[in-house]
C-alpha cells in the first residue's frame, strides 16, 4: 500500500530529484499548494505563484512504499536539504513560494514532522536560530506545467540549491 507525503522546500526542482533518487520512492509530482485558487476556480499557475497572488508555496508530492522507505526518511531528507530556519527564502530564491512546509495527510505524520522538528530545534545544529518550518494538513495539491515536471532529469540539472 502506498502514501502520499507533501514536502515544500524552496524551488520544486531540486526537491522533486532529492526525493525521486530515493529507493521506495515510487512517484514524484511538482506543483503548488498551501494557497488559494486565482479568480474563477482555476489551477493556479507558475506565473502567478511566483508573482505571489495565489499563496501557494512550490512543494513536492511523493508517492511511496513504507515498507522501503519511511516516513522518518523523507523527513531526515526534507530537513537535511534546506535551511528551515530562512522564512520565504532558499539560497537565491525568495518569496513566500519558496517557504519550508511539511503538508500532513495524516495524523501520524502530523506527530512524527512536529517531533522531528522539535527534536531537530533543541539540536547544537539550530541553538541560536529558530525553525521556521510550517507543519500544517495537505490541502489541495495542483499539479505544476509539465515542463516543470523532473525538470533536473529532463535538462540535465540546473541551479536549484537542495
Known amino acids: 500500500m502506498t502514501q502520499l507525503a507533501t514536502f ?7 526537491v522533486e530529484e532529492l526525493f525521486r533518487m530515493q529507493k521506495g520512492v515510487l512517484q514524484t509530482e511538482v506543483g503548488y ?19 505571489n497572488r495565489t499563496g501557494h508555496a512550490e512543494a513536492v508530492q511523493v508517492t511511496y512504499d513504507p515498507s522501503q522507505i519511511s516516513y522518518e526518511k523523507l523527513l531526515t531528507l526534507f530537513w537535511e536539504n534546506h535551511d528551515p530556519t530562512t ?7 525568495v518569496g513566500s513560494q519558496y517557504r519550508s512546509v511539511i503538508f500532513t495527510h495524516t495524523p501520524e505524520q502530523g506527530k512524527l514532522s512536529k517531533e522531528s522538528k522539535e527534536k531537530l530545534q ?35 540539472g540546473g541551479t536549484c540549491h537542495v
Do not use: M
Open 8 to 14: 515544500a522546500a524552496g524551488c520544486f526542482w531540486g
Open 33 to 51: 499548494t498551501g494557497g488559494h485558487p486565482p479568480a474563477g476556480g482555476k489551477s493556479p499557475t507558475y506565473e502567478n505563484v511566483c508573482g
Open 87 to 93: 522564512p520565504n527564502r532558499q539560497g537565491p530564491d
Open 122 to 156: 533543541q539540536s547544537s545544529r539550530y541553538k541560536n536560530k529558530t525553525i521556521v518550518t510550517e507543519i500544517v494538513p495537505a490541502t489541495k495539491f495542483w499539479r505544476a506545467e509539465e515542463y516543470h515536471q523532473q525538470y533536473f532529469l529532463k535538462s540535465g
